[in-house]
């Protein structure tokens, strides 16, 4: 499909695709540490972290999706007030994942 790129690339392309295990977005853990930022990989520098005392630290890049995160999953409601952080991130997933 990608024809502006040579043939020998898209092989190797595909070689490397078929050499490693892919996961899906729920089988990737949240990170317990903060690390410096992969190359060439978006960083999301307006992301939330998830501070709730029962959380693994849910990372999310907006902040509908963190209300959603703590709505469903600690009971939250807005009276609450925060229950995240701001966040810088990267992630390889689009949309709410
Ligand atoms: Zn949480």
Redesign the pocket.
Known sequence: MHKGIPSEAREAIKAFGKSVVVKGPKDVLMPSTEISPLNDLEVLKDGFR?I?SN?NG?LCGTLKGMQQ??QK??GWVKKDGTMWRPQALQTFFKGNK
């Open positions: 998830c709730h959380c849910y995160h703590c999953t600690h």
